[in-house]
């Protein structure tokens, strides 16, 4: 009797340990989902960078990760950039606000990898709309790289940084805004929607507020809090963007951006206003 109640503490303590290790495994897969979010899609300025590091993990999940030869990798889908350089324009403040809240504004972006249209919703996201339409105008997306690619847990491929380092800014921020929008019930960012990316850290309030060029367009569900400002849908270009997912991405070891392997480049942005 002794040794069998024995067998039998010895029975339940290896089941806690293993549940405690199944709970402790849980936190960490939440912890890294929380730093993948807020790197991934914050504009990284120089000296964020470190504290982001860890970002690094996003790729691991990746079959055509860094980690793979290049021989492994799909053919790039995407065909050369056409000449030109990328904007090095900046400006000291934010552009005045001009944009129609009536009027409808369509956003045509003719890519190495095919064309992507939005519709942009002045109504809900004046001051994002307003400054997309000033940026596109002034050639800025003109010729800049789509620098970083997700496709693990979140689906979003992120645009509108000249330099493509994630770094780049126009000069100014822009303010969040229809963080309410019904589409994000549930926290979730639905496939087709067009957002800002911005520097939001999570912990501080004095890091809302910081968005500028950089974009990103949603290709599937993706689970994100309601911190980056939705300003539009994609009304033409999913199977262009699937398309790019389909090649990967890779993880650069120094950065630990997710960089597409499909060679995206907005040869010419361009804006309607009707």
């Not at 380092?165 to 926290?187: A, C, F, H, S, V």
Request: glycine share 8%.
């Amino acid at each position: 009797m002794v040794k069998g109640e024995q067998r039998r503490k010895q029975l339940a303590r290896q089941k806690y340990e293993r549940q405690a290790r199944r709970r402790a495994e849980t936190r960490q897969k939440t912890k890294r989902r929380n730093v993948i979010i807020a790197s991934v899609l914050a504009v990284v300025v120089a000296a964020g960078a470190t504290a982001y590091a860890t970002a690094g993990l996003v790729g691991a999940d990746n079959k055509n990760d860094a980690k793979a030869s290049a021989a492994d990798r799909p053919k790039d889908p995407c065909a050369a950039p056409a000449k030109g350089e990328p904007s090095k324009k900046q400006w000291k403040k934010e552009p005045k606000l001009t944009v129609d809240g009536s009027a409808s504004y369509t956003a045509k972006l003719a890519t190495t990898c095919g064309d992507i249209s939005l519709k942009l919703d002045a109504e809900k996201a004046p001051h994002t709309v307003n400054s997309f339409d000033f940026l596109t105008r002034q050639g800025y997306f003109d010729h800049s790289p789509c620098h970083r690619l997700v496709d693990s847990d979140l689906h979003v491929l992120q645009c509108g940084d000249p330099t493509g380092t994630g770094q780049g800014t126009p000069g100014y921020t822009i303010p969040d805004e229809n963080l309410k929008d019904p589409r994000l019930k549930g926290g979730v960012y639905p496939a087709g929607t067009v957002a800002m990316a911005n520097r939001y850290d999570g912990r501080s309030e004095k890091t809302r507020n910081t968005g500028g060029s950089q974009f990103f367009l949603v290709f599937q569900d993706s689970k994100l809090p309601a911190n980056y400002t939705p300003f539009g849908t994609i009304t033409q270009g999913m199977d262009v963007l699937k398309k790019i997912a389909k090649a990967g991405y890779t993880t650069d070891p120094q950065t630990q951006n997710t960089a597409p392997n499909a060679t995206v480049v907005i040869d010419r942005a361009r804006i309607t206003k009707s």
